[in-house]
């Protein structure tokens, strides 16, 4: 588990900032947020305005930095601000599209631009499902290439997996796919009905249930962490799981004449934590696809105030434990 978890101060920061530098895609992904295009829009922010928002980043001391999309690979300046993001101290995850755009000699030039970590996504145990999931024939391939490809220059490797209808039925391939990659987490999203994302795809309590189960299990014996997104509930699950553990921890505790028995697991609790994402072009929306609010503009003074004060949009906020 990062350690900034425990450290960080979410009154005063998020721990995870995401800036959607734009929504240009050449992915058609069934489930997308951003409702991804193949072209930039005009209007995203420029250079100079994305070095700003990165210098406010850096004041603002969040831990964690993703550029994600639409697929950033789409902007000719992504080098030029990853670098200049490493130059003030700020933190750089990169969430790329699997397209023929993601090549060997860019994974190479993003580790020596000072990216810290590539996040890539698998939404299926078979190129069959995931590619039907991304839109994209070759997508499930060019996925595993870039693991390996950041495995061979020792850039840590995040994968991202979304899972509704649509592929719920692979879990325990796609658990077993996790365990055979070298990864250093596993973040697990939960489908959310914005953008191409449909009300009917979204998962059943019941298979709500048995995802985390299948989590927290694997929680238990993986040699990388795992996160979740949009599943406050399986914090829930989590207690659950702890409190009937420590039951029965104490009940052989009883019969082993004192020798505790407890193993822990590797989560990285999004739940506890705060994430902010920002979708900016010349007018700023936050936080973005989920909470479509119009905000300020990129040129507003002080505004990363909202980021740390969530509450000034109410139902945004949650009370920290």
């Not at 697929?71 to 023929?100: H, M, Q």
């Not at 795809?201 to 990388?224: C, G, H, P, W």
Request: net charge positive; charged share 25%; proline share 5%.
């Amino acid at each position: 588990m990062n350690p900034q978890i425990n450290t960080t101060d979410f009154n005063e920061r998020p721990f995870i900032a995401i800036w959607e530098v734009t929504q240009a895609c050449d992915l058609a992904c069934v489930h997308c947020r951003a409702s991804a295009q193949p072209d930039r829009n005009p209007e995203e922010l420029s250079t100079d305005e994305g070095k700003r928002l990165i210098d406010q980043i850096a004041a603002l001391q969040v831990p964690v930095f993703v550029l994600t999309g639409g697929d950033p690979i789409k902007r000719p300046d992504l080098f030029e601000l990853i670098e200049y993001a490493r130059s003030v101290g700020v933190r750089v995850s990169l969430t790329p599209s699997a397209t023929p755009l993601l090549t060997r000699d860019v994974v190479v030039r993003l580790k020596e631009a000072g990216l810290a970590r590539l996040a890539v996504s698998m939404d299926g145990a078979s190129a069959e499902t995931h590619d039907a999931f991304r839109g994209m024939s070759g997508s499930f391939a060019r996925t595993l290439d870039a693991v390996r490809w950041a495995n061979e220059i020792g850039l840590p490797v995040q994968i991202n997996t979304t899972f509704s209808r649509r592929n719920i039925n692979e879990i325990d391939a796609i658990v077993g796919l996790m365990e055979k990659l070298k990864i250093t987490l596993w973040s697990v999203f939960f489908l959310v009905p914005t953008g191409r994302g449909k009300l009917n795809d979204l998962l059943s309590a019941e298979e709500f249930e048995s995802v985390f189960a299948k989590i927290y299990r694997l929680s238990r014996t993986a040699s990388f962490d795992i996160k979740t997104t949009e599943a406050q509930h399986y914090r829930r699950y989590l207690l659950q799981q702890r409190v009937a553990e420590r039951k029965s921890e104490q009940s052989l505790t009883r019969s082993t004449n004192g020798q505790s028995m407890r193993s822990g697991g590797r989560h990285e609790v999004s739940m506890m934590a705060r994430d902010s994402s920002l979708s900016l072009t010349k007018e700023k929306y936050f936080p973005v696809g989920f909470f479509p609010c119009r905000r300020a503009t990129s040129e507003s003074k002080g505004w990363p105030k909202s980021i740390a004060n969530p509450r000034s949009f109410g139902i945004y906020a949650t009370p920290r434990s």
